[in-house]
């Protein structure tokens, strides 16, 4: 493929253009090229080139353009050339270049899909084929492929170009030489790119190897990007998975607050309700002349925690009213039976040691369990 600083390049851009010598362009190449360069933000082709590509003439700022710096439509029968010197004009059909025109000419609905420059994918090619062979329409050309694919056109094999008749012979660079085993390749090439129509998801190297093309995503870095992310998410689920089913197998451990705990000495309290410990273990410390015991803040109706009222000298239930005494004993609202006490002893210390997980209760209309051992403390 033609590089656009190709040494003879001197006031234009070759773009995918085959470098002169060439052969005649047909208007499809032309308009893929003129395509190309408005994707690419290059100078397009000028009316004089397109006249010079369509005769196979060097563009006017090529190597070789000094010759036909203006237009050159169709020459002039030659008055007496000589029979070795010029060859008699080929057909254009017959001089299409293979790797462009390739099997066919591109199709208008073709050409206007490549002149809006998007670049097709190969399975978007693949689903065009597969609606084609639905609706029993021609199938793509491999020359309308190409261009979809937005790939350059090939150059022209290097036979040298038949003279135009009437055009001045002008000495010009060498053709490259071809040889049988170069050609070979090239051909061998051209069948391993050829598109197979069916996409071969997952084609394995002996198919590879047969020239079937694997049709699927290039491998560029936006693919390649794509994919590491694809991948990364897959494993992130399954480690995130991983880690879920194993911490299945592990003891599930619930931190409850002690129920057995120490508060203090006895000559700490003094005579009445002490609610200090009402926000940590839930009780107040009641103190009378003769006992310590230990009320535990629920109201026996349904568990509301009640409220002390020292003014009023009484715990007073803020859900549905129930009162008690300073010692916990029920006179008014629903609660059916006075507020629980919990078990006190002595520690080895002298403190005082609260089992709440124990408690003493006196239900309705029945023996009261506050003068339990263990109920209360004597003072
Ligand atoms: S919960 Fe205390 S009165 Fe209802």
């Given at each position: 493929m033609a590089d656009e600083s190709a040494?003879g390049i001197q006031n234009g851009i070759l773009g995918h253009l085959p470098p ?5 362009l047909?208007n499809s190449v032309i308009a893929m090229e003129q395509a190309y360069r408005q994707r690419k933000g290059l100078p397009l082709l000028t009316d004089a080139d397109i006249?010079c590509l ?5 563009m006017p700022w090529e ?37 462009v ?10 050409a206007k899909w490549v002149a809006q420059g998007k670049k097709w994918s ?24 190409t261009a979809l694919l937005g790939e350059p056109a ?64 290039e491998?560029n870095e936006v ?157």
């Open positions: 040494e002169w010598p060439r052969k005649e047909n006249e369509k005769a196979g003439q060097p190597a070789g353009g000094a010759v036909s710096s203006a237009p050159a439509p169709a020459a002039p029968a030659p008055t007496t050339p000589p029979a070795a010197a010029v060859a008699p004009a080929a057909p254009v059909s017959a001089l299409a270049a293979p790797g025109g390739g099997n066919g000419n591109i199709s208008e609905e073709v190969k399975s978007a090619i693949a689903a065009e084929q597969a609606r084609r062979n639905r609706k029993s329409l021609a199938a793509l050309t491999e020359a309308e492929i090939a150059p022209a094999p290097a036979a040298a170009p038949a003279p135009v008749a009437g055009a001045v012979p002008v000495a010009r660079p060498a053709a490259p030489v071809v040889t049988a085993s170069a050609a070979a390749s090239v051909a061998r090439a051209g069948e391993s790119t050829k598109y197979v129509g069916t996409p071969a998801v997952g084609t394995s190297k002996a198919a590879a190897a047969g020239g079937v093309a694997a049709v699927g995503p491998d693919n390649r990007a794509r994919r590491r992310m694809v991948w990364a998410s897959v494993g992130a689920f399954l480690t995130a998975w991983l880690v879920a089913f194993f911490r299945f197998f592990l003891p599930r451990t619930l931190f409850e607050p002690a129920t057995s705990f120490k508060i203090g000495y006895p000559e700490e309290y003094g005579l009445g309700v002490d609610t200090k410990w009402q926000q940590k273990y839930r009780i107040w410390v009641d103190r009378t002349p003769d006992r310590m015991f230990v009320i535990y803040a629920r109201c026996t109706h349904l568990g509301c925690t009640p409220d002390w009222k020292p003014s009023e000298n009484k715990f007073k239930c803020p859900c549905h009213g129930s009162g008690y005494d300073s010692e916990g004993i029920n006179f008014e609202g629903p609660a059916p039976r006075p507020m629980d006490r919990a078990h006190v002893e002595k520690a080895p210390d002298g403190q005082i040691l609260v089992d709440v997980s124990k408690l003493y209760q006196w239900p309705k209309g029945q023996p009261s369990q506050f003068n339990d051992d263990g109920s209360f403390l004597s003072v």
